[in-house]
């Protein structure tokens, strides 16, 4: 079984930056993983995933304003994000790819508004 623990959300100002980490416990080789987020009356969807060697996708939305890093050794993932919009305001979730499994995070809020 794999946990995912998440921190480092909050409320933000339109232009502001947070930083998103998330830590997976247990022993194992985690393939991919990445942040996604749901805002209210939304589905949810990918903001960017990073790959165990070190391929990163990032969703148009977030290009150039967000960066994804990983930390192998450590099963850390972290998300930088910069130029926060009001449309960035979501429950944003960590995820892991383990094998043919997949794991998900509690989920951390991020507000941004003034």
């Known amino acids: 079984q794999v946990q995912l623990v998440e921190s480092g959300g909050g409320l933000v100002q339109p232009g502001g930056s947070l930083r998103l980490s998330c830590a997976a416990s247990?022993?194992?080789?985690?393939?991919?993983m990445g942040w996604y987020r749901q805002a209210p009356g939304k589905q949810r969807e990918l903001v960017a995933f990073?790959?165990?060697?070190?391929?990163?996708r990032n969703a148009n939305s977030v290009k150039g304003r967000f960066t994804i890093s990983r930390d192998n050794a450590k099963n850390t993932v972290s998300l930088q994000l910069n130029s926060l919009k009001s449309e960035d305001t979501a429950v944003y979730y960590c995820?892991?790819?383990?094998?043919?499994?997949?794991?998900w995070g509690q989920g951390t809020q991020v507000t941004v508004s003034s």
């Open positions: 247990g022993t194992f080789s985690i393939n991919t």
């Open positions: 990073i790959t165990s060697g070190g391929t990163i």
């Open positions: 995820n892991a790819g383990v094998g043919r499994s997949e794991y």
